[in-house]
């Protein structure tokens, strides 16, 4: 059985950054691609950014060169920095391992104008 626990959510003003933390256990993380998703309030759920076993990444149109996704495998973690955030970045952010289908409780981040 995966775990995820994400945790770095908050309240921010727009221009500022936070930084989103998810740690994976129960399978050996390095083999798999992880990634972050986000919902808004009546939207649906959106892929945010993807970082695969081999470390390449990809990401949404609307944070591209201001979000980046990393990853840890000693420490079983990946990561969203995000900066430059807007208000349209206001969501739950979470953190899913797609092989099985795993997600995490997901964390609240708020972007004030």
């Known amino acids: 059985q995966v775990q995820l626990v994400e945790s770095g959510g908050g309240l921010v003003q727009a221009g500022g950054s936070l930084r989103l933390s998810c740690a994976a256990s129960?399978?050996?993380?390095?083999?798999?691609?992880m990634g972050w998703f986000r919902q808004a309030p009546g939207k649906q759920r959106e892929s945010v950014a993807i970082i695969f076993s081999s470390g390449s990444t990809t990401y949404t149109t609307s944070v591209k060169g201001r979000f980046t996704i990393s990853r840890d495998n000693a420490k079983n973690s990946v990561y969203l920095q995000m900066n430059s955030l807007k208000p349209e970045d206001t969501a739950v952010y979470y953190c899913?391992?797609?092989?099985?289908?795993?997600w995490g409780q997901g964390t609240q981040v708020t972007v004030s104008s």
């Open positions: 899913n391992m797609p092989f099985g289908n795993y």
């Open positions: 129960g399978r050996t993380f390095s083999s798999y691609a």
